[in-house]
């Protein structure tokens, strides 16, 4: 058994919110010998100068033709500038998002290696566009079960009065077996001195086949005092509730899962933070 890693030739996304292909707009293609797609780490930094009142929020999107490895939407760390002549952004760390997706083009009636397209979007526009890249690790091993991730179709935003709960756009899951992550991004549109992110998640489902409540803190951002504040997310950049195997949520056994999604906002603010849920299950 032996893993390896290769990197996508990074690209830019421009500074609307329009998909893009990375790569040169070219499919990643799986060297001859990989059994497995074990993980993907994506990363990004700004082309220019920053914008006050600009958060990067970037969604990662795989596709193949090749391999059944889709649905395959994930949330990147949210990373926070500040209010007027702010001095520093803090970058978040690199996060590994597990997939364990079976490199079917290994079996023999497939002929040819494995191309994977890897897409990113900015769900907010920016005035300096983010250039994305990202790292796939393969294995010639099985590492566990296959993840699947998903995300809303659209981002949604949070309440300005303190202790608002807000109704997110819902995540639909098809022929799901248990979920096994659960998680937010939540960026603010417009620092202001003061004024923090900070509040829980939380996710619901009739579908869901357990009566516990699944409920846990985003990742706050603290925006400081006077004209220049920053707005410095937790490193991590991002909220995520991880369950140990075989201790996830169950669901509904070939159906289809609704999950519905909700955000409470702790502090008041004086426009609606961005909000993005996103999860993760196996089949």
Known sequence: MSRGSDTVTPTTLGTGTTE??????????????????????????PTGVFTPDESYLIRVRMQSN?????????????????????????????????????????????????????YGQAMVGNTAAP????ELLYSTASTGQEQYWDTPDSISTGGTTINTRTTLN?????NGIQITSLGMVVTPTTAAASTHDVGEAEFNSSDFQTPFPQKFPIAPSFTGLGSAANNLTNPAGISQQRFPPGEGIPLP??????????????????????????LSFTR
Do not use: H, W
């Open 170 to 174: 819902t995540i639909t899951i098809t």
């Open 20 to 45: 893009a292909r990375l790569n040169d707009d070219s499919p990643l293609q799986v060297p001859d010998g990989i059994n497995n797609i074990a993980a993907a780490v994506p990363y990004f930094v």
């Open 131 to 134: 250039s994305l890249g990202c």
């Open 253 to 278: 056994i070939n159906g289809r899962c609704l999950v519905n999604s909700f955000y409470t906002n702790r502090d008041a603010k004086g426009v609606g933070s961005k909000v993005m849920p996103f």
């Open 66 to 118: 090749d391999i059944g490895i889709e649905p395959c939407r994930f949330m990147m760390p949210g990373v926070n500038t500040g209010d007027a002549a702010f001095a520093s952004v803090q970058a978040p760390m690199l996060k590994s998002y597990e997939m364990n997706i079976s490199n079917e083009s290994q079996k023999p009636a497939k002929v040819g290696g494995t191309n994977i397209n890897i």
